[in-house]
């Protein structure tokens, strides 16, 4: 089974994708946490990347893309299913994807959309900058991603409902709650899917 898991910024995407790998297994990718280490190791990757993530940016679709079906690529366990958090950000990174996929006979499964109001979203990232010190938590730049997200991410919703594979989730309360909606969500359509699973 292979998750998108989706949502703005400060959503709990990571938070969630923690849950998802206990119950199902899955290998988790996340694309942040892929480029901060890059940031970290000084890389030429990180070195580009820099530059976008503190202005709340988007890394181009075709590095990312790049990036991401390396990852893929030389990841073994992907092949049993993972949970892809945080991309893909724009269309053109889906289509990239779906493309990706079908090449290795492959395809999305559910797309997990993380729903929350955007003033909650604010306050949980500026609370987790104060916690981590993570760099683009301030509140300038979680400005920027929220505009961003609005305009090249949220385009995705639709791709995703039109493909049949969007499971909205209210992103609010306590993670076990969500956690269990979310469960709820992916079994219900896999039964549809496949009766007999
Ligand atoms: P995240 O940890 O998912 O919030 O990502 C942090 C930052 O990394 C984003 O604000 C972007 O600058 C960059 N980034 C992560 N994933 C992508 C992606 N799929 N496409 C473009 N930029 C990305």
Known sequence: MNVVIFGAPG???????EKL???YGLHHISTGEVL??????KTPIGQIA?????????IPDSLMIKILE??????????????????PRTI???????????????????????EVPEEE??????????????????????????KVYHESTTPLRDFYIKEGKYR?????????????????AIETATEKESPNF
């Open 121 to 146: 979203l604010v306050d949980r990232m500026i609370k987790r900058g104060a916690q981590t010190g993570r760099a683009d938590d301030n509140l300038e730049t979680i400005q920027n991603r929220l």
């Open 168 to 184: 909205p989730i209210k992103g609010s309360g306590s993670v076990e709650e969500i956690f269990g909606h979310i469960a709820e």
């Open 36 to 41: 901060r280490d890059h940031i970290a190791r």
């Open 11 to 17: 959503s709990g995407k990571g938070t969630q994708s």
């Open 92 to 114: 053109p990174q889906a289509e990239a994807l779906n493309r990706f996929l079908a090449k290795r006979g492959q395809k999305i499964h559910h797309v997990v959309g993380l």
């Open 21 to 23: 790998i206990e119950r």
């Open 70 to 87: 390396e990852i893929i690529d030389n990841e073994p366990k992907a092949k049993e299913g993972v949970i892809l958090d945080g991309f």
């Open 50 to 58: 820099k530059t976008y993530i503190n202005q709340g940016q988007l």
